[in-house]
């Protein structure tokens, strides 16, 4: 099993700054895609950012310049550094792991955390 545990959301105003992170915990043997997605309130959920195993980012058109996605692979966790925030980055975001279990083997997995709230208002 693996488990995620999202931290970060919250309340900003317009042209803020938030840093959400999702820590992953298991018998994880590797990890090869992070990302973050978001569904903002009746919208479909969308892709964010995607961070591979060797550092490659790909970022979604409305997130280029203002949000950077990183990793720190010690501690099994993703990070959403998030500037410039607009009213329309409103949503819950959500981070999507994708890797190995350790168990008898070698098992894939696709996992998503709970979500965490953002909300930009003045």
């Known amino acids: 099993q693996v488990q995620l545990v999202e931290s970060g959301g919250g309340l900003v105003q317009p042209g803020g700054s938030l840093r959400l992170s999702c820590a992953a915990s298991?018998?994880?043997?590797?990890?090869?895609?992070m990302a973050w997605y978001r569904q903002a309130p009746g919208k479909q959920r969308e892709l964010v950012a995607t961070i591979a195993s060797l550092g490659n980012t790909n970022y979604a058109d409305s997130v280029k310049g203002r949000f950077t996605i990183s990793r720190d692979n010690a501690k099994n966790t993703v990070y959403l550094q998030m500037n410039s925030l607009k009213s329309e980055d409103t949503a819950v975001y959500y981070c999507n792991v994708v890797g190995s279990l350790l168990r008898s083997g070698l098992l894939p997995f696709n996992v998503w955390g709970q979500g965490t709230r953002v909300t930009v208002s003045s």
């Open positions: 298991g018998s994880i043997f590797s990890i090869n895609l």
